[in-house]
């Protein structure tokens, strides 16, 4: 089969008047690509030993001297990011900073200098030379020998403004890349903090482990799912919106008495600054322990991977200073509704009395909405916002927890915490519900929320109140938002900011 020509010119218009200005330019570049396979050149080479990075060459040589000069060769090898003097001095990007080439006919030969006058902004090139400071103290390469290593053939973004339109930012992650530092340290931020977790848990003898994506019942969470079907099984399956009801099925099998997952999560539903259908979740289950032990962890955790990647425990999100120092603040949710409203859920019994205290504060509730869900509609509007610096949010309602446990002291609670910064849900955990008798009651009535109209109501898993039944000990769990805790430690106003590759609407 005849392969294509890669500096084929694809036509983009009908007619030449038609053409934009990229279209003209991306002419002019296969047109250059072409040149350089007429001089035996491949544009699109192998293969390229690349000796040393740009960093750490300006870390190596930075006592070296104003003007001076060197003889020792190396190989760089980047992105152009900017072309002066008609190619004599280059601006070469590679993933850890920039370093200037110095091309000059006295130490290249003319079949180089003819190199020199293909090139463009975007190209991708490696450098053999030596090493001289300018009199004006910039690191440089002098150029004995440039290979072409990828013919660009779209212009870059004007270099002063770089990338500004924020849809072309996060439909074109790439060039976001390419052309703003800012993009680039966030997401290697991400890298480093994910690996800083994934560090801790291991190091408090946590095994890492991995659950199913498809799932044959969405479950561990009140969320819509998203639905595929399974054509050899002739079966509708779910993607994942929480790992946790198989990972208890691990710990219910003694594979580890702690056992963790850093998962990718999928949920059918709005899309915001602080939501993608898309996210990242970790969940860990220890057993023997309980909620205040969960609070104890997510803490050391948030502490520890915090001081590692940046070295402080204080950090700006807008205007809001928040201190990560421990002990975090624990506050019952019916504490914090009284605190903010005056209303006392304590002395608030009954579901119409609960009804008529929502009313007076003007908090919407649905006809479905028992005690529980009232007292949850009123905190979640009128105290979550408020709560900025770190705290654990304890003791929720059983009508909306069906997977912990019921509250030692008070049968209308469950032990359960949420940690909230910035007003926002970090993290989520349990006194994990262990009674399968109490388990498959809650599952059922879940199901009555669901035919009353609650789409996020969990569904029934019988394999898992199976599991129950064989054992479940005591345990703790916990599952925290990847996704908003580096938001708020690299202070991104916007969950796309801190994921690659975030859903987006396609364009018409």
Known sequence: ?????????????DTLDEKTGIDRIRETRLEKAQQLQAQGINPYPYTFDKTHTNQGLQDHYAELPDGTELEDTVQVAGRIMALRNSGMFIDLMDDTGKLQLFCHKENLSPEQMGIVKLLDVGDMVGATGTIRRTPRGELSIKA??????CKSLRPLPEKYHGLTDVETRYRQRYLDLIMNQDSRQTLRKRSEIVTAIRQFFVSQGFMEVET??????????AARPFITHHNTLDMDMYLRIAPELFLKRLVVGGLSEKVFELNRNFRNEGISPKHNPEFTMLEAYQAYADYHDMMDLTETMVTTVAEQVFGTL????????LDLRRPWKRLTMIEGVREA????????????????????????VEDYFGWGKILEAIFEEKVEHTLIQPVHVIDYPKETSPLAKVHRSDARLVERFETRINGWEIANAFSELSDPVDQLARFEAQLKDREGGDDEAHGMDEDYVTALEYGLPPTGGLGIGIDRLIMLLTNSPNIRDVIAFPTMRPRD
């Open 1 to 13: 089969m005849d392969t294509p020509n890669p500096t084929s010119p694809v036509k983009t218009s």
């Open 341 to 364: 409203t005056g209303l006392d859920f304590d002395q608030i019994g009954t579901v119409e009395a609960a009804r008529q205290a929502a009313k007076q504060v003007h908090v919407a």
């Open 314 to 321: 204080t950090f700006t999100f807008g205007e809001n200073e």
């Open 212 to 221: 199913p994506i498809l799932q044959a019942i969405a479950g561990g969470a």
């Open 144 to 149: 004995k020998n440039l290979t072409v290593l």
